[in-house]
């Protein structure tokens, strides 16, 4: 790496180099190769002059790119496709003049970047669904744990640690719909030519409209597509691009929820992310065990999310046919949501798998709160001995109210229980209060809940995905 001019912190930092590849020049250009060799079987399969022989000498060198003299071509040329052409046609003479026939730059650049995103996709399912599996196993095991619950980050009903967990999980099964239905969704552009008319197509096959309808099946076929776009102009419908790059921002959503929820619990002490035996949490404070690696999702995730706004503008100013306007923005726009991703699942994957928990922080605050959410149970109890229930729920105000304040305004521990076992009017004893302040009876269906999620809808999508299963993810800082 040169470290005299910009590299960019997706190579350097985030993305993995399964993603770096495939968003590489050397996946690119053998791709346009394999297109241009798609177009001669085809135009070969449908009677025009280009034969087997020529086929297989563009076969022969189909991986083996000259790449310095495409660079030399593109120096006189100032066009990257042409250059490509003609170093493809130093290397296949035989072939040369066939090469790129009756195509526009466009049949190599859109169909390329529709292939490159298939292959991003699938890397992108891939980690997606180990991320499931990772947080689907947190899931099972602590789906019994009772845990305080919050709304408005207020305290509430208790809940289970893996219920919580399910909340994720939930995000991230539909998230792996909607990337699904974005790899179903892929068309490629074919060879439409230059307005999208397959005029130059037509010229070739001598009229015959068949043929060109053809020409565009066999390509797809070819190129392992089921379809390609049945119109056009010069390039495929932009909006394509954004159908994907929001599939990727939804996955970034989902991610940026579950660090903001680790971030707040591990500041509660109660779930930490992983933390290296040499890491350092920060330069001053060396205590401090920073949640370093859930603000880094966040971070990406932000980015993606904003990201997403690129091919969405992209798709609402193209013009007609053709506009070139394009071609910068989505080249880094939709790349980088893609190395994006990837490093958000990286980091979602590491950060899932080695999640620490701590249990006794966990019952002491939601036995800090309990009593508070028992009071009802205690009510009824003293209602069934024969109390006044308007009479009771005054006390329990009134007593609720004294021990609020005991632990806001004094800092001293919850006293509800002893103020009400100390109140004639309840007809009861600290025991008897005790006995009814187990947490397990205040966590409604949280455990069946997650036990029903797993077995009905995260485990067909694991068992459907398993050989997809069991990856290794490598986080560089």
């Known amino acids: ?64 790119i ?17 250059s490509h052409v003609h170093a493809y046609g130093e290397q296949c003479p035989n072939a040369k003049g066939i090469i790129h026939l009756g195509a526009t730059s466009c049949y190599v650049g859109d169909n390329t970047d529709v292939i490159t995103m298939r292959e991003a996709l699938y890397l992108i399912k891939k980690k997606l669904v180990n991320a499931i599996a990772s947080i689907a196993k947190f899931a099972d095991e602590y789906k019994a744990m009772p845990c305080l619950g919050f709304t408005h980050f207020q305290p509430a009903q208790p809940t289970t ?35 999208g008319t397959q005029a130059s197509f037509l010229e070739l096959f001598d009229g015959d409209h068949e043929k060109c309808k053809e020409l565009d099946r066999k390509i797809a076929e070819k190129m392992g597509f089921k379809a390609c776009f049945p119109v056009s102009g010069q390039t495929y419908a932009r909006k394509l691009d954004t159908i994907v790059v929001n599939a990727l921002a939804l996955i970034a959503q989902s991610a940026c929820k579950f660090s903001n929820d680790l971030r707040l619990l591990q500041n509660l002490k109660e779930i930490e992310e992983p933390f290296e035996k040499n890491q350092i949490g920060s330069s001053a404070m060396a205590y401090k065990r920073n949640p370093m690696r859930s603000e880094r999702i966040a971070s990406l995730s932000r980015y993606v999310m904003i990201d997403a706004l690129n091919p969405a503008w992209t798709a609402s100013a193209q013009w007609f046919e053709r506009t070139l306007d394009d071609s910068a923005n989505k080249r880094v726009s939709v790349a980088e949501a893609f190395l994006a991703t990837d490093g958000i699942l990286d980091l979602l994957i590491n950060v899932t798998s080695g999640l620490v928990v701590y249990p006794k922080v966990i019952e002491a605050r939601l036995m800090s709160e309990l009593p508070f959410m028992a ?22 105000r009134q007593h609720s109210m004294a021990a609020g304040a005991v632990v ?30 187990k947490p397990e009876n205040f966590v409604g269906r949280a455990p069946e809940q997650t036990a029903d999620f797993l077995n009905e809808v995260v485990k067909p999508i694991l068992d459907e995905n398993r050989d997809l299963l069991g990856i290794d993810v490598e986080i560089n800082v």
């Open 1 to 64: 790496m040169a470290n005299d001019r910009y590299s960019s912190p997706f190579a350097a930092r985030y993305a993995s180099r399964e993603m770096q590849y495939i968003y590489s020049p050397d996946f690119k250009f053998k791709t346009w190769r394999k297109l241009w060799i798609a177009l001669a079987e085809a135009e070969n399969e449908l009677g025009l002059n280009v034969t087997k022989e020529q086929i297989e000498e563009l076969k022969a060198h189909a991986e083996d």
């Open 66 to 82: 000259n790449y310095e003299v495409a660079q030399e071509y593109e120096k006189k040329f100032r066009h990257d496709v042409m």
């Open 161 to 195: 640690v893996g219920k919580r967990a399910t909340l994720w999980l939930m995000d991230l099964v539909l998230d792996y719909g909607e990337v699904n239905h974005a790899i179903d969704t892929l068309m490629l552009l074919g060879s439409k030519g230059t307005t």
């Open 375 to 396: 009071t009802e149970n205690i009510m009824m109890d003293a209602v069934k001995k024969g109390g006044d229930r308007q009479e009771l729920h005054e006390r329990i």
């Open 408 to 437: 806001k305004v004094e800092g001293g521990q919850n006293d509800l229980v002893d103020r009400i076992a100390a109140d004639p009017a309840f007809m009861t004893t600290k025991e008897e209060i005790l006995s009814i302040l």
